[in-house]
């Protein structure tokens, strides 16, 4: 079975600066999914960014993007210009992409990482 | 693009009474339909799965039941709550290589 694991429980960071969340997994498959996920108060669940794990390439979306370490099995997220409105909870999650039956096709979440903006 | 709504928003129920929660989905047909639980402090945790009509597969034993009787329906039920029961209930929707969209959730405390 799969686990992710956030080692940060809570971060805090200055408006306009950059912060970094940090992700690990552990996983004997070769091809997968990865994502982040956003949970502010209102505790929608909200797709940041995501990487296959075939991609070289680490995913941007314009102010967030990730360093992809596969062989480390490593996963972080990267926020800069940081605004009030990134505050939330922050969620990394695993995907297989090998359907076996059962929830094999269910996400597997991380505990969170609560960021914090300081003005 | 998708949009799946859950109802209610809230919940307050006492110990041993029965529960019903209720995911529909607009936007895409045939999609595949998970349950997850948040307890409080902790992340998404797997409940149920759902390929289609009448398909569940359970990830780990619990007091719930879940029921797709429509394509773009998915249930989540129990007949007697327990305490342990609590927490934020959250229905999603994902298709083959896409993303799962979320629900707004269900927050539900059992008394």
């Known amino acids: 079975a799969q686990t992710v694991t956030q080692s940060q429980p809570e971060m805090s960071v200055q408006e306009a600066e950059t912060v970094t969340l940090s992700c690990t997994y552990d996983?004997?498959?070769?091809?997968?999914?990865l994502f982040w996920y956003k949970q502010p108060p209102s505790r929608q669940m909200i797709l940041v960014i995501r990487q296959e794990a075939y991609k070289q390439q680490n995913a941007t979306e314009n102010r967030f993007s990730v360093n992809f370490q596969k062989a480390a099995k490593s996963f972080s997220l990267k926020i800069s210009d940081s605004q009030l409105g990134d505050a939330a909870m922050y969620f990394c999650a695993y995907r297989s992409l090998k359907y076996s039956g059962g929830g094999a096709d269910g996400l597997t979440f991380g505990k969170g990482t609560h960021l914090i903006i300081q003005p | 693009s998708q949009t799946i709504h859950q109802w209610p928003a809230t919940l307050v129920q006492p110990v041993g009474s029965p529960l019903s929660l209720e995911c529909t989905v607009e936007?895409?047909?045939?999609?595949?339909l998970y349950w997850y639980r948040q307890a409080a402090g902790r992340g998404l945790q797997l409940l149920f799965y759902s390929v289609g009509i009448g398909q569940i597969s359970s990830e780990v034993p619990q007091n719930l039941s879940a029921s797709r009787p429509q394509d773009r329906q998915f249930i989540l039920s129990s007949k007697k709550l327990l305490l342990s029961d609590s927490g934020f209930y959250l229905c999603?929707?994902?298709?083959?290589?896409?993303?799962?969209?979320f629900g707004d959730g269900t927050r539900l405390s059992i008394l």
């Open positions: 996983t004997s498959e070769s091809d997968y999914y």
């Open positions: 936007g895409t047909s045939n999609p595949n």
């Open positions: 999603a929707s994902g298709r083959d290589n896409q993303p799962q969209h």
